[in-house]
């Protein structure tokens, strides 16, 4: 991920005053904010849990027990699994509500917390400290398993993994292609504004327009056409390799499809941040959901 997608929407620790990250920063998954990204803004949204069974969970990837959020409808069994992938920022209180916000449409909503072997996101307040420090060191290949670790832990819960969707924003947008490539049971993906192009490298070997011909189920790509961070020159590159893979026989890939949101910035669905456009994000909230459902992930 590029520093420059962040530059412009998120303070630096200097914002933050005298106020320490505990006053800020909530000490379970799916609470508080990450320090990077303080002020909070007024708009956030909060979901209402009523009805609902919300929380921090234990996943177990071998040895290693995984925190995440789950959120389900209160006695609701076999439910459709909908993975919700977090920005660099963690499994924070914003992801916490999005993850509610599927629950409340009928869905198994779990959000791993993926960077916890490498460090606490949540308690940097400068973005270039946690790229380098944290962000930039988890593998791709720990990402794919800590996904399927929590898929086998959502079926033995009793949510219904045949109907699987993945979602995920910024970092976890570029997961959701990567994820929808990787697992079979994916049935569609919805990608907000993620990186589609890079550079290989032993943690991170390929990217989505490397995989395009690999995907298991169709994505949606919801993105900015002010985005500085992700041009859309990558856009086109990413429609080019899918075209080539549906000429190929790729059923997923003919199927996939972008939005292009055009005086949208990058992060327009964060309602915590200025970067939050509501008009985009409650479209693309609307186009997730009517994705999932004729793609066979509800």
Not at 119 to 130: H, M, N, P, T, V
Not at 142 to 165: F, K, N, P, S, Y
Not at 219 to 234: E, K, W
Request: with cysteine; aromatic share 10%; glycine share 10%.
């Amino acid at each position: 991920m590029n520093q420059g997608d962040f530059d412009t929407l998120v303070p630096t620790r200097s914002a933050l005053g005298s106020l320490s990250r505990r006053q800020f920063v909530g000490r379970s998954v799916g609470t508080g904010f990450a320090a990077a990204v303080l002020p909070v803004s007024a708009q956030t949204i909060k979901t209402p849990t009523d009805g609902l069974l919300t929380g921090e969970v234990s996943i177990p990837v071998g040895g290693f027990k995984m925190p995440a959020y789950r959120a389900v409808p209160a006695g609701k069994t076999n439910a459709p699994v909908v993975l919700v992938i977090s920005e660099i920022f963690g499994v924070h209180e914003h992801i916490a509500d999005v993850a509610n916000r599927f629950a409340r449409a009928g869905y198994f909503a779990v959000a791993p917390e993926l960077f916890v072997r490498q460090g606490d996101a949540a308690s940097y307040g400068e973005i270039a400290k946690l790229l380098a420090e944290v962000i930039d060191k988890v593998p791709d290949a720990q990402v794919m398993a800590d996904l399927d670790a929590t898929l086998a832990w959502a079926r033995a819960e009793g949510a219904d993994t045949a109907r699987a969707g993945i979602t995920g924003f910024c970092w976890g947008g570029r997961i959701t292609w990567l994820y929808s490539a990787h697992n079979p049971a994916i049935k569609a993906g919805v990608a907000w504004y993620g990186r589609l192009v890079g550079a290989s490298s032993a943690l991170t070997p390929a990217h989505p327009v490397d995989v395009a011909g690999k995907l298991a189920g169709p994505v949606l790509g919801l993105y900015g056409g002010q985005d500085t961070g992700i041009p859309l020159d990558t856009v086109e590159k990413m429609k080019a390799a899918l075209a080539r893979a549906a000429q190929a026989g790729s059923a997923a890939a003919k199927k996939s499809e972008f939005v292009i949101y055009p005086d949208a910035p990058h992060a327009f669905h964060a309602d915590y941040r200025p970067s939050y456009r509501k008009h985009a994000a409650a479209d693309g909230w609307g186009r997730a959901l009517a994705w999932f459902k004729a793609h066979g992930a509800a």
